[in-house]
């Protein structure tokens, strides 16, 4: 930022006591430099727990580095892409710290993809290696003839839980839930193998440096294809940093004493969990409760109730889905000084439950994949706003931007774009759609958001709409012309439309409105259609047949029109 004052950024005046304005994002050479220097200060410190076992950063350490070491005797070289599909296990740290101390670029997958949408992501990514969990094999041996993956690493739930829980974990996953389909796939390696074999071979450390991609994270695309936002070293020790001296701030000021305990029922695959959980806990020592099935929320509890928890990232179904079950009650909460909301907007009867409930203020953040993630939050001391997504990090600067291309006056309605060393470098092999979002003026190279807000005289920013048709169901985006292009080749599909609708436990769902061409078409059919080609989140919940969809002169559908229609539905 240029000459940093309160009366140029009047959302400085807001930060809590001992928070800079500015953080440096060169603080670690890379992600490499993050990882070695916290294993080697807290090599005895837990660093993740699921299911009972525990691992140390220094057993971290060792797995990873054995990890590392297999994949380069595989042939994998720095810059080549790897793709990790799993859930919250032991083994997703291992693979990730040791994908990145290989020099590779990670590429996160949603362990719940269909085989189409697997395909997509592999495909564009160039992905050349993948490790994967045997429950969803079955769908990449559908595709694999169809991608450039060489290597493939399969685990298993229980594979690091130690002898004999991994053997009955394993068993009764497999046979008894019947949760792994049967598969068949060219030169599996086990994961189990993979860290033997890598013991054997001398790791050898890659030359990294802060502008070389870590990540590529998939976010939707404005054609209906996701794209890679690429993620640099840089770009994310940026956000840690940042992160790191917001939250430390708070626990600094509270009376906490000892090693720091984390919940991380986010997919580390979402950026959110990937940056919170995984890359702050590594630089604070901190262990990560890894919960593998938060929808489980019986069981999510029963874990809870281990722990005495102090930071608590998460997004507004989830804590509303905790607040309402009855056993939450008899959870310690003595020990919880930060809880976090992102990914979706927070609900201000969640967040005021939530303090009831617990005792501790839930805030808001606000940021994108495609900013590694976080770009704003509300101060933790006491001064957060509920409604407004809080203000903006330090090193970071946001502005709202009118229609017609300038910067509007505050309290102004228009696009909020941001400005920071947590922006992407662009998006993987798309320089068309990276010039859509990224542009620069005199100040710096800024970044379009597609959310329409406002920044308050003070400094607070709130959003207001969407530019983008973006539907968001429970923190994850789904994109319009995705669906719309799916169901337009089920069988009896003459037109369609899709938009999405308020909900109160999702925040938004999916409605598709259908055009027929064949009159025998049912819902049911649709909806089966949509399970076998879209994750879950994106099947649509609500299917509305028409003879006919509003359109513009030109034939343009009018998603904009269909959403006002459910809108002036809504109870006022």
Same mark, same amino acid.
């Given at each position: 930022?240029?000459?940093?004052?309160?009366?140029?950024?009047?959302?400085?005046?807001?930060?809590?006591?001992?928070?800079?304005?500015?953080?440096?994002?060169?603080?670690?050479?890379?992600?490499?430099?993050?990882?070695?220097?916290?294993?080697?200060?807290?090599?005895?410190?837990?660093?993740?727990?699921?299911?009972?076992?525990?691992?140390?950063?220094?057993?971290?350490?060792?797995?990873?580095?054995?990890?590392?070491?297999?994949?380069?005797?595989?042939?994998?070289?720095?810059?080549?892409?790897?793709?990790?599909?799993?859930?919250?296990?032991?083994?997703?740290?291992?693979?990730?710290?040791? #994908?990145?101390?290989?020099?590779?670029?990670?590429?996160?997958?949603?362990?719940?993809?269909?085989?189409?949408?697997?395909?997509?992501?592999?495909?564009?990514?160039?992905?050349?290696?993948?490790?994967?969990?045997?429950?969803? /094999? /079955?769908?990449?041996?559908?595709?694999?003839?169809?991608?450039?993956?060489?290597?493939?690493?399969?685990?298993?739930?229980?594979?690091?839980?130690?002898?004999?829980?991994?053997?009955?974990?394993?068993?009764?996953?497999?046979?008894?839930?019947?949760?792994?389909?049967?598969?068949?796939?060219?030169?599996?390696?086990?994961?189990?193998?993979?860290?033997?074999? %890598?013991?054997?071979?001398?790791?050898?450390?890659?030359?990294?440096?802060?502008?070389?991609?870590?990540? +590529?994270?998939?976010? $939707?695309?404005?054609?209906?294809?996701?794209?890679?936002?690429?993620?640099?070293?840089?770009?994310?020790?940026?956000?840690?940093? /940042?992160?790191?001296?917001?939250?430390?701030?708070?626990?600094?000021?509270?009376?906490?004493?000892?090693?720091?305990?984390?919940?991380?029922?986010?997919?580390?695959?979402?950026?959110?969990?990937?940056?919170?959980?995984?890359?702050?806990?590594?630089?604070?020592?901190?262990?990560?409760?890894?919960?593998?099935?938060?929808?489980?929320?019986?069981?999510?509890?029963?874990?809870?109730?281990?722990?005495?928890?102090?930071?608590?990232?998460?997004?507004?179904?989830?804590?509303?889905?905790?607040?309402?079950?009855?056993?939450?009650?008899?959870?310690?909460?003595?020990?919880?000084?930060?809880?976090?909301?992102?990914?979706? /907007?927070?609900?201000?009867?969640?967040?005021?439950?939530?303090?009831?409930?617990?005792?501790?203020?839930?805030?808001?953040?606000?940021?994108?994949?495609?900013?590694?993630?976080?770009?704003?939050?509300?101060?933790?001391?006491?001064?957060?706003?509920?409604?407004?997504? $809080?203000?903006?990090?330090?090193?970071?600067?946001?502005?709202?931007?009118?229609?017609?291309?300038?910067?509007?006056?505050?309290?102004?309605?228009?696009?909020?774009?941001?400005?920071?060393?947590? +922006?992407?470098? %662009?998006?993987?092999?798309?320089?068309?759609?990276?010039?859509?979002?990224?542009?620069?003026?005199?100040?710096?190279?800024?970044?379009?958001?597609?959310?329409?807000?406002?920044?308050?005289?003070? %400094?607070?920013?709130?959003?207001?709409?969407?530019?983008?048709?973006?539907?968001?169901?429970?923190?994850?985006?789904?994109?319009?012309?995705?669906?719309?292009?799916?169901? #337009?080749?089920?069988?009896?599909?003459?037109?369609?439309?899709?938009?999405?609708?308020?909900?109160?436990?999702?925040?938004?769902?999916?409605?598709?409105?259908?055009?027929?061409?064949?009159? #025998?078409?049912?819902?049911?059919?649709?909806?089966?259609?949509?399970?076998?080609?879209?994750?879950?989140?994106?099947?649509?919940?609500?299917?509305?047949?028409?003879?006919?969809?509003?359109?513009?002169?030109?034939?343009?559908?009018?998603?904009?029109?269909?959403?006002?229609?459910?809108?002036?539905?809504?109870?006022?």
């Amino acid at each position: 930022m240029m000459s940093i004052s309160k009366d140029t950024y009047p959302w400085l005046k807001h930060y809590p006591e001992g928070v800079p304005y500015e953080i440096n994002p060169d603080a670690y050479t890379s992600l490499l430099d993050l990882i070695e220097t916290s294993f080697a200060n807290f090599p005895d410190n837990p660093a993740y727990t699921n299911m009972d076992k525990v691992l140390t950063f220094g057993k971290l350490d060792q797995l990873s580095r054995n990890f590392a070491a297999y994949l380069q005797s595989i042939g994998l070289k720095k810059g080549d892409r790897i793709a990790i599909q799993m859930p919250n296990v032991l083994q997703y740290p291992v693979a990730m710290f040791g #994908a990145l101390r290989a020099g590779l670029v990670i590429v996160n997958t949603n362990p719940l993809y269909t085989s189409r949408e697997m395909q997509h992501q592999f495909n564009d990514s160039g992905a050349k290696a993948i490790v994967i969990m045997a429950n969803f /094999a /079955a769908n990449l041996e559908k595709i694999i003839a169809s991608t450039n993956i060489e290597h493939i690493i399969v685990t298993e739930i229980g594979d690091l839980l130690g002898f004999p829980k991994k053997l009955i974990v394993n068993a009764v996953v497999k046979y008894v839930k019947k949760m792994v389909p049967a598969y068949h796939l060219p030169k599996v390696t086990s994961f189990g193998s993979a860290l033997h074999t %890598g013991s054997g071979f001398t790791y050898q450390r890659p030359n990294v440096s802060g502008i070389d991609v870590a990540f +590529i994270q998939y976010t $939707g695309g404005t054609t209906g294809v996701s794209k890679g936002a690429m993620l640099s070293h840089r770009n994310l020790i940026a956000n840690v940093e /940042a992160v790191n001296e917001w939250l430390m701030s708070k626990m600094r000021n509270s009376d906490h004493e000892g090693l720091l305990t984390m919940v991380a029922a986010l997919p580390l695959y979402h950026v959110f969990a990937m940056t919170i959980n995984a890359l702050c806990g590594l630089k604070w020592g901190a262990l990560n409760l890894l919960i593998t099935n938060p929808r489980d929320i019986p069981g999510f509890i029963k874990e809870l109730k281990k722990f005495k928890i102090n930071i608590f990232p998460g997004l507004n179904t989830l804590f509303n889905g905790l607040l309402n079950n009855p056993e939450f009650k008899n959870i310690d909460f003595s020990g919880l000084k930060i809880t976090i909301a992102g990914g979706m /907007a927070l609900q201000k009867v969640v967040a005021n439950r939530w303090e009831e409930e617990t005792g501790c203020i839930l805030v808001e953040g606000y940021g994108l994949s495609e900013t590694s993630p976080v770009l704003s939050v509300s101060p933790l001391d006491g001064n957060h706003r509920i409604g407004t997504i $809080g203000v903006p990090f330090p090193s970071t600067e946001m502005r709202i931007l009118s229609d017609d291309d300038t910067w509007a006056k505050l309290g102004e309605k228009g696009e909020i774009c941001a400005k920071g060393p947590q +922006i992407m470098l %662009g998006y993987y092999n798309r320089p068309d759609e990276t010039a859509k979002v990224i542009f620069e003026d005199e100040s710096g190279r800024w970044f379009r958001t597609g959310d329409i807000g406002i920044e308050d005289p003070d %400094g607070f920013f709130k959003i207001v709409d969407r530019k983008k048709d973006m539907i968001l169901v429970s923190g994850f985006n789904v994109y319009p012309n995705e669906i719309e292009g799916v169901i #337009a080749q089920c069988p009896g599909v003459l037109e369609v439309a899709c938009v999405g609708i308020p909900d109160e436990k999702t925040g938004e769902l999916v409605k598709v409105y259908i055009v027929k061409k064949d009159p #025998a078409l049912t819902e049911q059919t649709v909806k089966a259609f949509c399970k076998e080609n879209l994750t879950a989140y994106k099947c649509p919940k609500q299917i509305e047949f028409r003879t006919e969809l509003p359109k513009t002169n030109v034939g343009k559908i009018l998603r904009r029109a269909l959403r006002d229609e459910e809108l002036a539905k809504a109870p006022k």
